[in-house]
């Protein structure tokens, strides 16, 4: 509605949405990227839990082995706290790894690779205290928090509901022995993780569609903003109008120079070269006009109504276009290809004359 209410009625362009992805405006949801690492959590629980158990009981071991005279405990305190970090570490490596593997697929499945620092710059925008109060009361964190409350009071009912369901089981569980009684509360956990995790995939897709949907609708342009946009991205109308009239001017007086010339070399079809050689005006021959394929044509066709003589020579109607601009004398490696047919065409204007 406030997009309707400001003209913003257009889906946004494959530009506007290409700068506001350089800018690091994407469609995400955290709570998907929160889901997947949630889910891979759940499907790896057993063995994180066993990895764990095994490894804290081995410190354990380490650490009661310790002297307990307090000289002794005193000397041995920096050893024992070294090995406690080496050994969090040990314990923590692959829940650091989950997350940082969940964390990079999250966003690739999500945006793709982007790399920007665009978010990093700094902003007055930042630090303005009324945006700041937007932010915390406006709509979107509104939305925001009722959203996690309601995610909240779902998942601490359905492990409620849960552990209801299993409350025979655990009541039970000191009568399969005191060895069996971890591997059970383990699988127990796993299950109820396994399926908290699909619900919050469900709840992840759904606020994904949702952010994409809000991330289109607050790129929303008005016909003035494309308007101006395709004025940017090709120019104006008016200035390209102008631009391809004089253009139209200028190849219409180029193919009327070739009433002037004295021959017109062609490719046959693809190129056309008007070649002028007046004694009374040119120490060496000039190329007057050349064209390409509809110009070459339209040469053509001014050569016939002009009398203009027409010479095929492609290797030599392909180098004068490549290498000669009009009202440039022709280069002297092409002086005796030129004279050949210049010496053709005065030959037949003699005969001509004597006829008559």
């Not at 997947?36 to 804290?56: E, N, P």
């Not at 925001?144 to 552990?163: D, H």
């Not at 004398?329 to 005796?336: D, G, I």
């Not at 005065?346 to 008559?356: G, N, P, S, T, V």
């Amino acid at each position: 509605m406030a997009a309707d209410k400001d003209g913003k009625t257009e889906k946004p362009t494959p530009k506007k949405l290409r700068e506001a992805r350089k800018k690091g405006q994407v469609p995400k949801s955290q709570d998907l990227s929160s889901a997947l690492s949630f889910g891979l959590f759940a499907l790896s629980f057993t063995f994180l839990a066993m990895y764990v158990l095994q490894r804290a009981y081995v410190f354990m071991q380490s650490s009661l082995r310790m002297d307990s005279k307090p000289d002794t405990v005193m000397h041995e305190l920096p050893a024992v706290g070294m090995e406690a970090i080496i050994w969090f570490l040990i314990l923590a490596a692959p829940f650091l790894a989950i997350a940082f593997f969940t964390g990079v697929i999250g966003n690739m499945v999500q945006v793709g690779f982007l790399f920007t620092k665009e978010p990093l710059k700094p902003s007055l925008n930042k630090i303005n205290p009324v945006s700041g109060f937007k932010n915390i009361f406006g709509k979107k964190a509104v939305f925001g928090l009722a959203k996690n409350l309601m995610k909240l009071f779902i998942v601490v009912g359905f492990t409620v509901y849960t552990l209801y369901q299993s409350a025979l089981v655990i009541l039970n569980a000191g009568q399969v022995g005191v060895p069996a009684i971890f591997p059970l509360m383990i699988e127990l956990v796993s299950q109820l993780a396994f399926q908290l995790a699909v619900f919050l995939a469900v709840l992840g897709v759904l606020d994904y569609v949702y952010q994409r949907y809000d991330h289109k609708k607050n790129l929303m342009m008005s016909m003035q903003e494309i308007k101006d946009e395709y004025k940017e991205m090709e120019g104006d109308p008016q200035i390209k109008s102008q631009r391809k009239a004089r253009y139209r001017d200028m190849l219409a007086g180029n193919i009327q120079d070739v009433a002037e010339a004295t021959v017109l070399i062609t490719n046959p079809t693809h190129f056309a070269v008007a070649i002028r050689y007046d004694k009374n005006k040119d120490q060496v021959p000039v190329v007057l006009v050349k064209g390409q394929d509809l110009m070459a044509l339209k040469m053509r066709e001014m050569a016939g109504e002009q009398e203009v003589p027409i010479i095929e020579n492609k290797p030599l109607a392909r180098s004068l276009y490549k290498q000669v601009e009009p009202m440039d004398p022709v280069p002297t490696e092409l002086y005796q290809a030129i004279a050949e047919i210049l010496a053709l065409i005065f030959q037949a204007e003699e005969a001509r004359k004597h006829k008559i």
